[in-house]
């Protein structure tokens, strides 16, 4: 297991649900990500922090709003998803926010939106 | 938009062969070369990477050209192994490329 862990590690919901997807690292790393893997599709990056602080939200829809309590923790918390949004979720974090030092990823949650 | 550009987007290499992947880039602010490897299930993992003063770094069978000039980097695998069958992004933050799916055949 990487450093990063995330769960769950797959994911059923209904589009009328809330669940919550959580990240937890032990790398000391100051910065977390979010990140959204579809298939034939770029990783799209959908949030950043830094010291617990988001920088960067990429136009992500409402539906999905992160959470960072503290520097070794991320959640992201799900509700009224579309099929659309089925993916996997990507976690990862990195030294600092310029990512350039490389990221550590977690193994994802796998989500389907039915 | 930043944009970087893999090609290709598979590839198919007996063992012991040496694919190549290609990633070209516009950002001339780039300043950190990365390349991850993805196996199914798993997350993106760190493989190797590059800074802009070097042209090339070898770490075991995985080497980095870098072209700076030409805007270019690329990963080779020397003597590919069927454990190497992956995807690959090149990913200089914060984007990432769209992937290229290594199959090594024995």
């Known amino acids: 297991e990487t450093g990063v862990t995330q769960t769950p590690r797959h994911l059923v919901m209904g589009m009328t649900n809330k669940k919550s997807l959580k990240c937890e690292q032990h790398l000391g790393h100051n910065a977390m990500y979010w990140y959204k893997q579809s298939a034939k599709k770029p990783l799209e990056l959908m949030f950043v922090y830094s010291l617990e602080e988001r920088v960067e939200n990429n136009s992500v829809p409402s539906r999905f709003s992160p959470e960072c309590p503290n520097s070794s923790h991320l959640f992201l918390h799900l509700h009224t998803l579309q099929p659309e949004d089925s993916a996997l979720y990507l976690c990862?974090?990195?030294?600092?926010?310029?990512?350039?030092?490389?990221?550590?990823f977690g193994s994802g949650t796998r989500l389907t939106v039915v | 938009q930043q944009q970087v550009k893999q090609s290709p987007q598979s590839l198919i290499v007996q063992k012991g062969g040496i694919p190549i992947i290609n990633c070209a880039y516009e950002n001339t602010a780039f300043d950190y070369f990365p390349w991850y490897q993805q196996f199914p299930g798993k997350g993106p993992a760190l493989l190797i990477a590059i800074r802009p003063d070097v042209s090339e770094k070898k770490e075991g069978r995985f080497t980095i050209s870098f072209n700076k000039s030409a805007k270019q980097f690329s990963l080779h695998i020397m003597d590919s192994q069927p454990g190497d069958s992956a995807t690959y992004f090149c990913a200089p933050p914060p984007v990432f490329g769209k992937g290229t799916r290594l199959s090594v055949i024995a």
């Open positions: 990862a974090s990195s030294q600092e926010a310029s990512g350039d030092y490389g990221y550590t």
